[in-house]
């Protein structure tokens, strides 16, 4: 079984920034890809960005030019680096991880920006 261990959520004031890291416990593991989701209260869940083992990455028109997402292969760690916040960035972010056989899910960090 796959762990993801998720940190870095928090407040912050409109156009500040944060970052998010999503480690996965098992040293053997091999994501063809990881990625972050988020979900809105009242909202489905979406993705947010996503990157391939081969570093091809993949974002939300929304996030375009103020998120990048990174990876370190050797660490089994994605990160998802946040600039310029909006209020409508608000949601619980969930780590993704895709295995050979099952997707796995981070427990989800809560991200409040306030106006």
């Known amino acids: 079984q796959v762990q993801l261990v998720e940190s870095g959520g928090g407040l912050v004031q409109a156009g500040g920034s944060l970052r998010l890291s999503c480690a996965a416990s098992r040293s053997n593991f091999v994501a063809t890809a990881m990625g972050w989701y988020r979900q809105a209260p009242g909202k489905q869940r979406e993705l947010v960005a996503a990157i391939t083992r081969g570093g091809s990455t993949n974002y939300a028109d929304s996030v375009k030019g103020r998120f990048t997402i990174s990876r370190d292969n050797a660490k089994n760690t994605v990160y998802l680096q946040m600039n310029s916040l909006k209020p409508e960035d608000t949601a619980v972010y969930y780590c993704?991880?895709?295995?050979?056989?099952?997707?796995?899910w981070g427990q989800g960090t809560q991200v409040t920006v306030s106006s």
């Open positions: 993704n991880a895709k295995g050979a056989l099952q997707n796995y």
